[in-house]
């Protein structure tokens, strides 16, 4: 059985360096000048998660040259969708992790990174969904202070707006540390969609 893995490929002013494509490195030169595509890289340590086959990046963000956060999602052995994130130091990807703490949030197993923001520092957070046991998608949050991220919440306060069941993250912005915001939406009552 083949195992499909996700790709990371940033390009911000000079983020990533080497030659690339020539009608890539091209398209990025006209889009902007002076940056240029780095050559695309399988996401250290997603291979030893994504037992199911399919991978995928949703959001980078980066704080400073060489230093920057992605999240997504992977399928387990069981065919479930899981979300992972992984952070950038340096110039150097330290290995993919399964989004810590959501494994006790997502029962039903389905989940997903759908945000990433840095600030400058290094304090990042992310923020996606998750299923419940009863089959209903919850939005969470999680961060990284220093070099490691934390456990992940569902998002204060949201359960007594997302009665029916259908929330998650869309945008997260860190513009300091310990200082995010994030929005989404859910599914009240009667099956009314609301943002918040």
């Known amino acids: ?22 009608p890539a490195a091209a398209g990025a030169r006209a889009a902007a000048p002076g940056v240029r595509w780095g050559t695309a890289e399988e996401v250290p340590g997603l291979a030893a998660l994504n037992k199911g086959g399919k991978a995928r990046v949703n959001e980078v963000s980066c704080w400073a040259v060489n230093n920057c956060a992605a999240g997504g ?45 840095c600030a400058p520092g290094g304090y990042c957070a992310a923020g996606g969904y998750y299923t419940d046991r009863s089959g209903h998608s919850q939005a969470f949050v999680v961060t990284r ?29 860190c513009p300091a540390a310990g200082k995010c915001a994030a929005g989404g939406s859910y599914t009240g009552t009667g099956g009314g969609r609301g943002s918040w």
Not at 17 to 22: E, F, K, L, Q, V
Not at 84 to 109: I, S, T, Y
């Open 145 to 173: 202070p220093a070099h490691r991220w934390r456990t992940a919440v569902e998002v204060p306060g949201l359960a007594a707006l997302n009665t029916s069941g259908n929330a998650g993250v869309a945008s997260l912005s």
């Open 73 to 117: 999602s992977y399928k387990d052995r069981r065919g479930h969708s899981q979300a992972f994130v992984v952070a950038e130091r340096k110039g150097r990807w330290d290995d993919a992790v399964h989004v810590p703490g959501l494994a006790a949030l997502n029962k039903d197993g389905n989940a997903s990174v759908t945000s990433v923001s």
């Open 1 to 22: 059985m083949a195992v499909v893995t996700a790709v990371a490929a940033v390009a911000c002013a000079g983020l990533l360096t080497g030659a690339g494509s020539a």
